[in-house]
């Protein structure tokens, strides 16, 4: 895996006091709420449970703390409390109603109407991850990112079924709206994908425009 690289001066960064108690990783990054955890000894991280709601469900049995943290790479099983409970995936905490959303999205997605995977931000702990490095979130696919701000999003359904004998590659994958019967009748339900009501913008612009570091205006 390639290495997670921090801009120059990351440790000078402010810490919003709800990500300066997250636990750190070897060189002292704060682990995101929803990252990824590498168990020591086990093999098998995740398998398919049943939900009376939601029917198929992959579930992780990832423990935040216990093992190695796989920085950018997300946890599924809190990837959907965030995105279902509008929890920052960084600090883990609840982003108020009455405060925007943010999202960031790699590669393709951010340039139409598009389905983003990565979950919300408090825009204070986006700013914190975009100074010190945006990999923390969004891992390998912070290829051409964008930014968007929402009041709100939608939610939709990522389902996944094998479709061969090699459970990484031969996997199908299908999106549809949150809760259709055809979705529990396709395969495991793996991530809820965000569709915010918002313009986006690309990071550098959005990252140009960020206050000072330091000023106030976090909600911390
Ligand atoms: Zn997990
Ligand atoms: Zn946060």
């Known amino acids: 895996m390639e290495e997670t690289r921090a801009r120059p001066g990351w440790k000078q960064v402010p810490m919003p006091s709800a990500v300066a108690g997250l636990p750190r990783d070897g060189r002292g990054y704060p682990v995101g709420w929803a990252t990824l955890w590498e168990p020591r000894d086990s093999p098998g991280r995740s398998s398919v449970i049943r939900s009376p709601e939601e029917g198929a469900v992959l579930w992780c049995y990832c423990v935040t703390g216990t093992g190695t943290p796989l920085l950018g790479q997300v946890c599924p099983r809190r990837q959907r409390t965030a995105m279902a409970r509008r929890r920052c995936q960084l600090c883990g905490t609840a982003i108020d109603r009455d405060m925007k959303v943010l999202f960031i999205a790699g590669r393709s997605e951010g340039k139409a109407a598009q389905l983003v995977p990565e979950p919300p931000l408090h825009a204070a702990c986006a700013a914190y991850a975009a100074r010190v490095c945006p990999r923390l979130v969004v891992g390998d696919r912070a290829g051409a990112l964008h930014v968007t701000e929402a009041s709100s999003y939608e939610l939709f359904e990522e389902r996944v079924r094998p479709s061969g004998p090699d459970p990484e590659a031969d996997m199908l994958r299908e999106v549809f709206p949150l809760g259709s019967r055809s979705a529990l009748r396709f395969g ?3 991530n809820l994908l965000a569709s915010p009501a918002g313009t986006w ?9 960020l206050p000072p570091s330091g000023s106030s205006g976090s909600p911390f």
């Not at 913008?201 to 425009?209: D, E, K, L, Q």
């Open 188 to 190: 495991a339900l793996e």
């Open 201 to 209: 913008v690309p990071f550098a612009a959005w990252f140009a425009g």
